[in-house]
């Protein structure tokens, strides 16, 4: 029995065994290979999509469990990089090797979604269970914090003091007791 979702708001249907994880109907089936294979236990973050606005871990997530919900990968999150957490990333230029990144982005756009202006704790806990090698935590933060000035309108951004959302120098970051 074929399975039907939308993906990237395109409508699919797909003859492919239920329990195949999502993440290898998405890379190998459907040719979305932003979605990245990082540990297949749902550890490290890199396969990290949203369904249904929910961010997933597309490793253990059996195909049929997707039927009839909404699926959104990096590549569909913007079709220009123009989504505020992609710019910041590209502004901040958040990675180094940037394999873990695309899960990292869709774990800050969902954050962002429940959460639009987080605190240091609440990033750290949302985005605990993404794991990046390279060590760029200090910069994904900061990164976050810089797309939630962007999704603001900039007349919230003046009345908040946020000065249209430039961001602290890294050393005046440092000294408020910034990365940490």
């Known amino acids: 029995m074929p399975i039907e979702f939308t993906l990237n708001a395109k409508p699919q249907r797909l003859n492919v065994a239920p329990n195949m994880p999502l993440l290898w109907v998405l890379r190998d089936i459907l040719g979305m290979t932003g979605t990245k294979f990082g540990c297949g236990m749902a550890l490290c973050g890199a396969c990290t999509v949203h369904i249904n606005g929910e961010a997933a871990r597309s490793c253990v997530t059996p195909v049929s469990s997707v039927a009839g919900k909404q ?25 180094q090797c940037g394999y873990c990144q695309s899960g990292q982005i869709m774990s800050a756009a969902a954050l962002l979604v429940k959460n639009p202006q987080p ?56 000294a408020q007791g910034g990365g940490k």
């Not at 505020?84 to 901040?92: F, K, S």
């Not at 990033?123 to 914090?145: K, Q, S, V």
């Not at 900039?154 to 249209?164: C, D, I, V």
């Open 71 to 95: 699926v959104v990968t990096i590549e569909g999150l913007s079709e220009d990089r123009s989504h505020p957490v992609q710019q910041a990333w590209i502004e901040l230029d958040v990675p």
């Open 119 to 174: 605190s240091d704790a609440e990033i750290d806990d949302a985005m605990r269970g993404n794991i990046c090698r390279c060590g760029t935590y200090h910069r994904i933060r900061l990164a976050i914090h810089r797309a939630a000035r962007l999704k603001e309108p900039r007349a919230e951004s003046a009345k908040a003091g946020l000065g249209g959302g430039e961001l602290l120098p890294t050393a005046e970051f440092a």
